[in-house]
């Protein structure tokens, strides 16, 4: 699913702290306005994603609103709960394959993890890490 949050980036002890008043207990910080804007993206799609997998109710966003004093920024987040579960879901899942029987044969003899092998093949050919 796709969303979108109003922010509030306000200062705090030379980091820019963010909140998202429609999620409670959505905040985080960055060193600077590039970094709060980051790490506040995450921080949404981290909420809505712990939501959507508990069925908790998600509140809509609210219309934006006047800065209060102390406050620095009011800005819109974007966020894909569909794009971060994909990122950041480690569950394994099952796949069915073929392989030569004479390597089969070859690779149980010699206890060969099937999986751990796989897993490091198709890191190496697609070239990413954990």
């Not at 069925?55 to 004093?69: D, G, K, R, V």
């Not at 709960?81 to 879901?89: E, I, L, P, V």
Request: glycine content about 6%.
């Amino acid at each position: 699913m796709k969303y979108v949050y109003p922010a509030i980036l306000y200062p705090d002890g030379g980091r820019i702290g963010v909140t998202v008043p429609d999620l409670p207990g959505c905040h985080t910080y960055g060193d600077d306005k590039a970094g709060a804007l980051l790490m506040a993206k995450e921080a949404v799609e981290m909420w809505l994603w712990q939501a959507e997998n508990t069925a908790a109710p998600i509140p809509s966003a609210s219309e934006t609103q006047a800065l209060e004093q102390g406050e620095m920024l009011l800005t819109l987040v974007a966020a894909d709960t569909d794009a971060y579960r994909q990122a950041n879901d480690t569950r394994s899942v099952k796949k069915t394959l073929s392989i030569p029987s004479w390597l089969n044969h070859q690779a149980e003899k010699a206890n060969a993890p099937f999986s751990q092998i796989l897993q490091q093949g198709l890191k190496s050919y697609l070239h990413v890490s954990e």
